[in-house]
């Protein structure tokens, strides 16, 4: 289908399909009792994740023709010839998801391409996600090509997840405080560029949305401490966002952004990037940093539990449609995360006190978590 469609959104979403699918990959553990049908089965899927790395990335160059150069460093790839690929079109300024859904592709294949064992080509495809990022510190022309765009907008969105599993692998050398102003910072200078075309607007989306995800994945996994000043105004330049008029677009990356950061994971289907929430991680004492789960964390739990308080507001009672649904969206995916942690609540009276309980341990009664959870339980939801 990827190689035959006309449509260039169809050849996107094969590709997001494609990476997500080879994760189910190299995942069997050997057996004895059938060697060679285990040895079979092995150099088949092998074989299948190297077909898909070609698939997606020639689909890219072909759609593409800029990525050429960064793709040709994926050693996986070997001799395969990506020159002279390119196809003839007028735009894609129409369909900007079709670069990106490639992207998002590769980015979903890190994992399998781990089992692999082909670490140089995690680690090279991780670089190749930054460097579509561009800089906004640097000299270089801020989208000098029209396509750039859209690998922007996918390498936004799937970044997030590889640097999650680099950081579980042990395969991550990067600054991820700089890595997460290169988000911020793009963010800004979209904002104060004013720029009205849908194929920005989309791309302010993934920026928050992608930046959302970031930060939740470095603060949930413990190990690397923010500076909470940092953190404060990427979550005020969200919330300014989905309070001013801007495109609905818009308004859905800067909801999506906020719930994200507080790990939702809004728009990650692999859950290769989830951490638990909950986890039983040892906050900063220092006020101006920021460690763990930001609900959790003593500095941020006050900013935090406003914005969700005011993204619940905005479900209930705004007069835009637009918002009043794209918030709704937010609050479910943060809810359904929440109640994924704690697994499925049966009707059975004993599984709903034992998930309380671990709840009540979680969150300290006198938390403000668990005190928008009582004012959300205690709404009075009639007009």
């Known amino acids: 289908v990827i190689s035959n469609a006309d449509s260039y959104l169809v050849k996107g979403a094969c590709g997001l399909g494609l990476g997500y699918a080879c994760q189910g990959l190299l995942t069997r553990a050997d ?14 899927e092998r074989a299948s994740v190297k077909e898909v790395l070609h698939t997606v990335t020639a689909s890219l160059v072909k759609l593409c023709p800029s990525s050429c150069h960064s793709l040709k460093k994926l050693s996986i790839c070997g001799t395969f010839s990506m020159e002279g690929m390119e196809e003839n079109y007028d735009s894609l300024d129409d369909d900007p998801w079709a670069i990106a859904g490639l992207v998002l592709g590769l980015g ?4 399998a391409l781990y089992r692999l064992g ?19 510190d640097s000299s270089s022309v801020l989208f000098d090509v029209v396509n ?6 996918g390498s936004c969105l799937a970044l997030p997840s590889v640097i999650a599993f680099c950081q579980r692998v042990e395969l991550l050398n990067d600054d991820l405080d700089a890595l997460f102003n290169r988000y911020t910072s793009l963010a800004t200078e979209l904002l104060n560029l004013k720029k009205s075309e849908t194929v920005f607007q989309n791309l302010l989306m993934a920026i928050c949305i992608g930046a959302g995800s970031l930060l939740s994945g470095i603060l949930n996994d413990g190990v690397h401490a923010m500076k909470f000043a940092d953190v ?59 460690r763990g789960p930001l609900l959790t964390s003593p500095v941020g739990e006050t900013l935090s539990t406003s914005m969700l308080q005011e993204i619940f ?5 705004a007069e835009d449609n637009h ?14 995360r929440w109640l994924s942690e704690n697994q499925s609540l049966d009707n059975d009276s004993s599984q709903r006190n034992s998930v309380d309980s671990s709840q009540s341990r979680s969150f300290s009664a006198e938390s403000l978590v668990w005190n928008l959870s009582l004012w959300l339980r205690d709404l009075n939801f009639e007009k």
Request: glycine share 6%.
């Open 323 to 336: 918002i009043r649904n794209y918030a709704a969206w937010a609050v479910s995916f943060l809810r359904s």
């Open 31 to 44: 057996s004895t009792s059938d060697s060679d049908l285990e040895a079979t089965t092995q150099f088949n």
């Open 118 to 136: 082909a670490y140089e080509d995690v680690i090279e495809i991780k670089n190749i996600l930054i460097s579509w990022i561009p800089d906004v």
């Open 148 to 153: 750039s765009v859209s690998l922007c907008m």
């Open 108 to 111: 979903n294949s890190v994992v």
């Open 232 to 290: 404060k105004k990427f979550l005020d330049s969200l919330k300014y966002i989905y309070t001013h008029p801007y495109p609905p677009l818009v308004h859905l990356g800067g909801m999506f952004g906020a719930v994200n950061a507080f790990g939702a994971g809004a728009g990650d289907l692999t859950g290769i990037g989830w951490q638990s929430m909950n986890s039983q991680i040892k906050h900063e004492k220092e006020s101006s940093l920021v």
């Open 313 to 317: 507001l905005l479900a209930k009672d």
